[in-house]
């Protein structure tokens, strides 16, 4: 979608010491089912709505001020006519407003020239079909850009300089360009005639914005930030949890870590957080954000984090539903321990209860306890993570249409590996054939967002081998997956990772570093860092805990596969040499070269009391023997759990701290 226009002058935020917080205001738009004559696909935008909807009364929005349209009530003029009697009607100066919609974009012919590329871009309500039909539909029940903008300035201007607007559109006009796989947010179909699409396929993209009110009124609008799942160029794939549901990133993301903020905090540090939860659901696009990024989110008034787990139902003497579940890295699995409200040092207390996590959804969970407490005693009871499992290790492969032939050897070969699942639908990679100009077929093993992570000519290989790098591949993917999603947070562990660009020399037939460059300097046009094929980088550490650790950094490539970053065989240091003290910064010498596969690539950093030796566990897959260490255990079932089953051990939370760096790969 075009952007909005914002004030270029610096903006004040509500300083808590001197006022009350400012009221909070939300309309939620989730279209999912669109009638099936619309030719829309279905999208999980009803469980956006659910957690969308929580995030925001977790800090502060009342029920009663979070108004929601869903599928059929969410045609075209329900959503304006929400707008303007929920949000502009209730609007006051200084409050806060946030808008959000999940669903369908689209591309629609530009009514009024302000387009550079000839299309302005549209939410798609439930009542607008995908077709252009010539004198029948054009796009009328489209929410065009120009409308939606000329909305959003009235409630700004009701809102006043000191209220704000937040805007997050889980939506894409990009297109669908996969195989069906993935649902995505969008469509290729434009709404315009064939002729007007050919005239303007050679315009260039349109990086304008929205339009606003020019001269001095213009400083009398709110400040308007706004979040996007994906750039104007990339496809908005939906994500799937462990359970089969599908959510769109920009919602899950935003719903993680709204709730969580501290006071004080700004949009940029809160987008910075969004990018890096979506980096693991959907790795191969990059979300956007515009706006004042130094502006206080919620003028200041962020609720703080509570640090234990509420008791909302006793549902007998020996089961409790808590409210926390996925969302915030809870799982089957996760070991609770209760303690009477109010205490905070649980050291040498005992405990009133504990209890295992049992069944886990997004918002909530069942545990299961030990021993036994009244319906009185749960309701004054505080939950503490104990040991917690960080989720299963499951890959879901498809067989596509042509390639059946394969499909004996792979239900052979896969049979033994629990977590990995032969599906029809709704894969996370799918086995396909292809052929080349010159008649060549290979097999291709690609991701339900349509990247490449395997392929193999099919002359001359028999279906067992086939199968046996098939299911390899799919079991690396799935660890991949795992890794990406795993966070620990140990604030005495806390060590940060910074990488500063370098160009390098040769000096006595060694590299070295010539010149440091600006990380800056890499930042593509949506903010994500870019390193080219052949750039290179060295790695900043700083230890922010109070205590020293050991520390290591793995690589998450962008092809699924996992390899060990820190320490590395080539820099010639061992797991016990990379040790840093509390309040140290360290720069290593050891030059990183980059290199393909292209694409989206995380690294995490992990530290720890003692060292590990996860370059040993890589290299013998999960075979050699590991230490004590809690995370190096996890680690090492990432590898041989996947023989046994998908789940992984439960670990106590302080045993680690990780950290993760995200940026890009491209081509020279």
């Known amino acids: 979608m075009r952007h909005f226009l914002y004030l270029l002058f610096p903006f004040l935020a509500w300083n808590p010491a001197f006022s009350d917080p400012p009221s909070r205001i ?4 989730a279209v999912g089912q669109y009638p099936e004559s619309s030719k829309w696909n279905s999208l999980g935008a009803a469980n956006d709505l659910q957690l969308v909807r929580e995030a925001l009364m977790q800090q502060g929005f009342s029920e009663e001020n979070i108004a929601s349209l869903r599928d059929e009530e969410a045609t075209k003029a329900d959503i304006i006519q929400a707008f303007r009697r929920h949000l502009i009607g209730k609007a006051r100066p200084g409050d806060i407003a946030v808008f959000h919609f999940s669903g369908h974009g689209q591309q629609v012919m530009d009514d009024n020239g302000d387009e550079l590329d000839g299309f302005d871009e549209a939410l798609v309500p439930y009542d607008s079909p995908q077709d252009f039909q010539p004198g029948r539909y054009e796009g009328e029940r489209l929410l065009r850009d120009d409308e939606l903008n000329g909305l959003l300035i009235e409630l700004r201007r009701k809102l006043g300089k000191n209220g704000q607007v937040l805007a997050l559109l889980d939506a894409c006009h990009s297109g669908t360009g996969t195989r069906g796989y993935a649902p995505a947010r969008g469509s290729r179909q434009k709404m315009a005639p064939p002729s007007y699409v050919e005239k303007m396929q050679d315009n260039p993209p349109d990086t304008g914005q929205f339009q606003e009110e020019e001269g001095r009124s213009v400083r ?11 750039a104007a160029d990339q496809l908005n794939y939906e994500y799937r949890d462990e359970d089969g549901n599908s959510y769109g990133p920009l919602s899950y993301a935003f719903s993680k870590v709204f709730p969580t903020l501290e006071r004080q905090v700004t949009y940029s540090s809160l987008f910075s957080r969004i990018k890096q939860e979506m980096a693991a659901l959907a790795p191969r696009q990059a979300p956007r954000m515009e706006g004042p990024a130094e502006l206080a989110v919620l003028g200041g008034y962020a609720a703080p984090v509570p640090q234990h787990l509420e008791v909302l139902r006793w549902y007998g003497p020996q089961t409790l539903i808590i409210d926390a579940g996925t969302l915030k890295g809870i799982h089957a699995g996760t070991a609770i321990h209760f303690f009477p409200a109010g205490i905070r040092d649980t050291a040498g207390v005992a405990p009133i209860t504990r209890g295992i996590i049992s069944n886990a959804f997004p918002l909530i969970s069942e545990v299961s306890l030990e021993g036994d407490i009244d319906e009185e005693a749960a309701a004054g009871a505080w939950g503490f993570v104990e040991r917690q499992n960080y989720g299963s290790i499951r890959a879901r492969l498809m067989v596509a249409p042509g390639t059946e032939a394969l499909q004996p050897a792979l239900l052979s070969e896969a049979a033994p590996y629990a977590a990995l699942q032969l599906v029809r639908s709704q894969p996370d990679m799918v086995l396909e054939q292809e052929e080349d100009e010159n008649g060549y077929r290979k097999l291709l093993l690609r991701s339900r967002d349509d990247y490449v992570l395997w392929e193999s000519p099919l002359e001359g290989t028999n279906p067992e081998s086939l199968s046996e790098q098939v299911v390899k591949r799919c079991l690396a993917y799935a660890q991949a997956e795992f890794l990406r999603k795993l966070e620990m947070d140990n604030r005495f562990l806390e ?44 790695i900043r550490v700083t230890n922010r805990g109070i205590r020293p650790v050991y520390y290591s950094v793995l690589d998450v490539q962008a092809d699924n596969q996992v390899q060990p970053l820190i320490p590395n065989q080539i820099c010639g240091l061992n797991a016990a040499d990379y040790y840093i003290l509390p309040g140290q910064t360290q720069e290593l010498d050891c030059i990183i070269d980059v290199y393909p596969p292209y694409g989206n690539e995380a690294l995490k950093l992990v530290a720890t009391d003692e060292p590990l030796e996860l370059r040993r566990i890589i290299s013998t897959r999960g075979e050699a023997a590991g230490s004590n260490n809690p995370f190096e255990q996890l680690f090492q079932s990432t590898f041989k759990d996947a023989s046994r089953g998908p789940t992984t051990p439960s670990i106590p939370p302080s045993s680690a701290h990780v950290h993760s760096v995200l940026f890009r790969i491209v081509e020279r």
Do not use: H, Y
């Open 26 to 29: 939300a309309l939620i738009v």
């Open 495 to 538: 060590v940060e990772m910074e990488l500063i660009p370098v160009t390098v020399k040769r000096e006595n037939k060694k590299f070295v570093v010539d010149e440091k460059l600006p990380l800056s300097s890499k930042a593509g046009p949506d903010g994500v860092v870019r390193f080219r094929e052949g750039e290179s980088f060295i």
């Open 220 to 230: 009398k609008l709110a400040p308007l930030i706004a979040f996007f799942a994906s």
